[in-house]
């Protein structure tokens, strides 16, 4: 089992930053790929970014590539989400996701979640 924990969400405005933690227990957090998904108000979850288990081939969905940024710091069990020019299609519940094998894209192929954290985004 991997527990995960978001934080770090909040309310900024067009143009700001905002930087999301997720912190894994339970498992070697290095065998599992990481990545991060939101679902906005009345819409499926969408997949934003995955990390494999090396940190390397991330992918990032088209809408923000070139402004969010994941990580890993393998020493404190923690997958990190820098977010910039953030825009307000960027506003929703964030939510941290791992699985051993590569689940790409597909939240159905995620077997661990958070539960989330709440990014608003005002203009």
């Known amino acids: 089992q991997v527990q995960l924990l978001e934080s770090g969400g909040g309310l900024v405005q067009v143009g700001d930053s905002l930087r999301l933690f997720c912190v894994a227990s339970g498992r070697t957090f290095s065998n599992y790929a990481m990545a991060w998904f939101r679902q906005a108000p009345g819409k499926e979850r969408e997949f934003v970014v995955i990390?494999?288990?090396?940190?390397?081939?991330?992918y990032y969905t088209d809408s923000v590539k070139g402004r969010f940024t994941i990580s890993r710091d393998y020493a404190k069990n923690t997958v990190y989400l820098q977010m910039r020019s953030l825009k307000s299609e960027d506003t929703a519940v964030y939510y941290c996701?791992?699985?051993?094998?590569?689940?790409?894209?597909?939240?159905?192929?995620?077997?661990?979640w958070g539960q989330g954290t709440q990014v608003t985004v005002s203009s």
């Open positions: 990390s494999p288990w090396n940190g390397q081939n991330i």
């Open positions: 996701a791992a699985d051993e094998s590569y689940a790409g894209s597909r939240p159905e192929g995620y077997d661990y």
